[in-house]
């Protein structure tokens, strides 16, 4: 069968499209991996483009991750396959072809692919991050504070295999970032001994 590598395909080639890049190329007339950070996602637009451009960005990125889980489920795929392709679609994002490999943190795509797989459970965790984003006014600092929620109530209400699955994908993010995980750690720490 053929479905499964085309799902995965697909989910990899939906994934690299660099909306961030481009919506901030069309404002600003800039390419956003030189500006800021250089991250190519939501958060970074919001600073280089205003948060309506930030929100876009989001959104859109939120969608890549569910359409490619979309896309895998009608064509019937098994399991395993399903679930490439929803990886498939956050390495796309991370690493995409079509700007030199040089993306973005990937968790709005990993939203996607879990609102699809555990629609419940993920748009707790994405209300927790909202209200964790607008205490702490850092977009790190809530996804490092809320991401290990998913895998928790993955294991609680759902299979071993998605949570399983939503460890992998999050350690992978947190090992590719980890240079922000540990400053926000310091931080955090800086604050609670004042």
């Not at 359409?67 to 796309?92: E, K």
């Amino acid at each position: 069968m053929i479905e499964g590598p085309i799902a995965v395909v697909a989910g990899y080639l939906l994934g690299s499209v660099p909306t961030a890049y481009l919506v901030v190329r069309q404002l600003k007339s800039v390419d956003i991996r030189r500006v800021d950070v250089g991250n190519v996602g939501a958060a970074s637009t919001f600073r280089v483009a205003g948060p309506a451009a930030g929100v876009a960005v989001a959104l859109a990125d939120i969608t890549k991750g569910a359409v490619t889980v979309l896309i895998a489920g009608a064509l019937g795929v098994s399991q395993p396959w399903l679930l490439a392709a929803g990886l498939a679609a956050v390495l796309g994002h991370s690493f995409p072809v079509y700007i030199g490999f040089r993306g973005g943190q990937g968790m709005a795509t990993v939203a996607g692919v879990f609102l699809v797989l555990a629609p419940a459970a993920t748009s707790l965790v994405m209300a927790v991050f909202i209200l964790a984003l607008l205490l702490a006014r850092s977009t790190f600092a809530a996804l490092s504070l809320t991401a290990p929620l998913l895998p928790l109530l993955l294991w609680l209400y759902y299979t071993p295999v998605i949570a399983w699955y939503s460890l992998g994908i999050l350690a992978f993010i947190g090992f590719r970032n980890r240079r922000g995980l540990a400053q926000t750690i310091a931080a955090i720490v800086h604050k609670a001994k004042r």
